[in-house]
């Protein structure tokens, strides 16, 4: 099994990342979880064949922040631009081949789930990991190109993400889906996780 896989991280920064999280719990204690999503996250990348690379926003949290990212992956710069346009700069720069974009905000995410992405583009053209909220923690394909306008018009951050994406595909490509899993915006799929105890852990922030 051979591919690439991006990891989408952002600077663990209050107030710059999870704020709809932020605004139930703080803004301290919600970049405090994603810091530690981010590492769980890397952690289960680090457990397979595939290429790693970081693709990180913003640009200058390489200098402050690098300490939080394993030297050993290789690391990029996300584009400007809405994520769509992102995802589409990543995928056009990784090498020929699968290639697969997470987040680091699905703490239920497994090596496994990453070797049955892989495992999937070995026979379709495209494959996703939906989350609960309709949108996706995972998005891969093939050897093919990204499709031209694949995110175009994307209602992101709602629930029709995911079912936007795949109505821009080309209809003759055959697509995977992985298992849905929950991927953390605010208080109610902290609750829903069981993730009182983090909560908790980063009341003193």
Not at 132 to 160: K, T
Request: proline letters at 5%; hydrophobic letters at 45%.
């Amino acid at each position: 099994m051979s591919g690439t896989l991006v990891i989408f991280v952002k600077a663990p920064i209050a107030g710059r990342v999870k704020t709809r999280l932020g605004a139930d719990i703080g803004m301290a204690r919600a970049a405090m979880l994603f810091r530690l999503m981010t590492a769980q996250t890397i952690a289960a990348a680090s457990n397979g064949p595939w290429r790693t690379v970081i693709a990180i926003d913003p640009p200058a949290a390489v200098a402050e922040y690098g300490a939080l990212w394993p030297p050993r992956f290789e690391r990029l710069i996300q584009s400007k631009g809405d994520l769509g346009r992102r995802m589409t700069d990543a995928f056009r720069r990784a090498p020929r081949g699968p290639a697969v974009i997470i987040g680091a905000d699905a703490p239920g995410l497994r090596a496994v789930h990453i070797r049955r992405a892989f495992s999937a583009l070995a026979g379709n053209d495209a494959v996703f990991g939906p989350a609960a909220d309709g949108g996706y923690w995972l998005i891969g394909f093939s050897g093919r190109r990204v499709a031209a306008g694949l995110f175009d018009r994307v209602r992101w951050s709602s629930e029709h993400a995911l079912a936007d994406t795949r109505a821009n595909l080309p209809e003759s490509w055959r697509v995977a889906e992985l298992e849905c899993l929950r991927d953390i915006d605010d208080s109610r799929d902290l609750e829903a996780l069981g993730f009182d105890a983090i909560r908790r852990s980063t009341a003193r922030l």
